[in-house]
């Protein structure tokens, strides 16, 4: 079982930048694939970026790519989403999350229901 606390979010002008934290318990960070998500009001949740248990391997929604970059530090138990040039439309509570990854596949995961644990969520807002 792990345990995940983002930090970080916060409020934003638009084209600015927030770098996002999530701390996972336990000492088998390793073995897990991780994801980020956001949800904004009214909408349904959405992967913004997904990283293998490895770091090697990493996917971003389009929306994202180019501006978002996810890395992890296995050694300290961090999952880190760094967002350049934000907009409005960026705006929603954000989730870390976390899928055992036992066999050590090397996957990455796109999709909320395969996730099994959940951060808290952090509130990025960004002004116009």
């Known amino acids: 079982q792990v345990q995940l606390v983002e930090s970080g979010g916060g409020l934003v002008q638009a084209g600015g930048s927030l770098r996002l934290s999530c701390a996972a318990s336990g000492r088998t960070f390793s073995s897990y694939a991780m994801g980020w998500f956001r949800q904004a009001p009214g909408k349904e949740r959405e992967i913004v970026a997904a990283?293998?248990?490895?770091?090697?391997?990493?996917y971003y929604a389009d929306s994202v790519k180019g501006r978002f970059t996810s890395s992890r530090d296995n050694a300290k138990n961090a999952l880190s989403l760094q967002m350049n040039i934000l907009k409005p439309e960026d705006t929603a509570v954000y989730y870390c999350a976390a899928r055992k990854d036992t066999f050590y596949s090397g996957s990455y995961y796109r999709h909320a229901y395969e996730y099994d644990y959940w951060g808290q969520g952090l509130q990025v807002t960004v002004s116009s």
């Open positions: 990283i293998n248990w490895s770091g090697g391997r990493t």
